[in-house]
């Protein structure tokens, strides 16, 4: 007698099997032997909390996969393996899905090692990725207690883009295929409408800064953590880590083309956004006064770390006290992605 | 100026970090150097999939590490750590969920190392978590591979037991603090309403089976996986990934008090249910003929591997094909616990 009819579960774990190298799926659990250090991160994502819940299964997993890949980046590590918990609804391609995160897990060199899948009944999909990173040769781990007084601050990339993106969800740009529509009242202009895309991609998918981290992981110089829930928020984590206060020049904030036109056509005020908008996924970082990233990285210094544990907002001369706004994930969150109509 | 008054996701952080040794939460991952080998296995727990939707956030956390800390008891592994991805609607209460997550990981040496938190708008409770378990020294890994022609098979404890307490829940029984109640049609002598009780207490938090697990592991010998999909499903798995046969006695299989006179009761087929319920957690797991587990670990031998790769029932002398019955995750699983009112 042949074996039965494999059930839906164990087809698609055989597909699984077939298109990845390593052999780690299959048992209870995946064996590995390192010899390096190693770091684990876990971050869930949720349809109508952090991504629209008419995304398509291979942006949700495209995202799921840079969204944790950001953590590994502010550790400095090298990522190498996936264990992908999804929960998903009936009608989810779980083969769209699949295909696409193990063509991005291998442009980072990332292998799926297990994982365990479940029937949603209600809302969703949602997943849950755990990732590990070896620690390379001659680097050390970054961390948030790393910020010493008189280091300078730094940003690798703008920040509020990404909100602006979620904004412009909410307001009507939508989906259709590979392309983004966005409505014509923010598409004044054919650098406005490029811009307003853009901003939706970033929002979409985020990009791990996996190269600045090694960088920064070599210098063995500072404190970093990746930017999910708002600069100023992060910050503050940072500075608590670190036991230091900070100065953040608000004038130095790094900001996308047109950012300042897409907020004022969302009425949005664009200091608030780029400081609590969250989920820029760029590394905020410190350095030694007189050291500065290659070039290539782009980064904006935009602050200093001071001695004493206070933290501030300078803007234009003046300065005031910055408070620990931003993404609450324990908070009422459920508005970020309202149902859309497309 | 003092910091700013903690968000909810910080403060509940913070509170984490003071009752947790270890210091590993905090940073954007959590850091590891292990000298061992080490297992990973991911486990989702989804309200009104896996368990009652109306389970106390005690019950849940405990069966969140029971059912995950199984795949490591599969494994012969040593628990060690965990992560966990906890999403929950608005009103769960996070910190009785994580006083008895800690007290039950502290009862079986794991340390909390790391997690993320978020708000689900829609249904929920449902968590992640993600078990290191190091690899003991003088031991091989568990493997469901390691089934050979001539190996006995064995089951570590009775099956069917934990269908019968989910069925029992669909009847009517429901939870009362720490008590449970049975319907009255299930109580019909004081037996047998212990016996549903048991059941259902079976159901909502299963023992994993960690040291039978480490004996097998010293033993370096046969296959093992736990049972959670149904034996039957579970021995196709064991003996495809073994390349064997097998025959199962239905006569043998092991059952709790009273199995026979609940099934009847609850009008289910009690073969069925013990070959197909699920979520036993108990281990299958083959030995070469001669070898028996020490007593304490009450386990039955109930079958034989076979060189030729088919699966057979035997009951009451006669032989039929096994079919790979039982839970499929991806299957339409969301009538397996329906809205209970209590």
């Not at 280091?151 to 909410?170: C, Q, Y």
């Not at 609590?276 to 350095?287: C, M, P």
């Amino acid at each position: 007698m042949p074996f039965q009819k494999l059930s839906g579960e164990d087809r698609l774990i055989d597909w699984l099997r077939s298109q990845v190298r390593g052999g780690h799926l299959g048992d209870d659990a995946a064996t590995l032997s390192l010899r390096e250090s190693f770091a684990i991160t876990v971050d869930s994502q949720i349809a109508g909390v952090h991504f629209p819940a008419n995304l398509d299964e291979a942006r949700f997993a495209r995202r799921l996969l840079a969204v944790n890949l950001s953590d590994l980046a502010a550790m400095g590590a090298q990522p190498r393996f996936a264990f992908l918990a999804l929960c998903a609804p009936e009608g989810f391609r779980q083969r769209a899905f699949f295909r696409a995160l193990l063509k991005a897990c291998a442009i980072h060199g990332v292998e799926l090692a297990g994982g365990d899948l479940a029937r949603l009944p209600l809302g969703g999909p949602l997943a849950t990725l755990t990732l590990l990173g070896t620690r390379r040769p001659r680097t050390r781990w970054l961390k948030r207690s790393g910020a010493q007084a008189g280091h300078t601050i730094w940003l690798s990339g703008t920040v509020g883009e990404s909100a602006v993106g979620r904004h412009l969800l909410a307001a009507g740009a939508s989906l259709s295929g590979r392309s983004i529509r966005i409505p014509s009242r923010f598409a004044g202009s054919a650098r406005l409408a490029k811009a307003a895309r853009a901003a939706v991609a970033r929002h979409l998918e985020p990009r791990p800064e996996l190269a600045l981290g090694e960088w920064l992981a070599r210098r063995r110089a500072g404190g970093a953590l990746d930017v999910s829930d708002g600069v100023a928020r992060d910050l503050h984590r940072l500075c608590r880590e670190s036991g230091v206060g900070a100065v953040l020049d608000a004038d130095l904030l790094p900001s996308s083309p047109h950012y300042g036109d897409l907020c004022t056509l969302l009425k949005q005020d664009s200091l608030d956004l780029a400081l609590s908008g969250g989920e820029d996924y760029v590394l905020l970082f410190t350095l030694p006064k007189g050291i500065r990233p290659p070039k290539q990285f782009a980064a904006t210094c935009c602050g200093e770390v001071l001695r004493e544990g206070s933290i501030w907002l300078r803007q234009s001369g003046r300065t005031r006290p910055l408070a620990a706004l931003g993404w609450d994930h324990l908070a009422d969150a459920h508005a970020a992605h309202p149902p859309t109509t497309d």
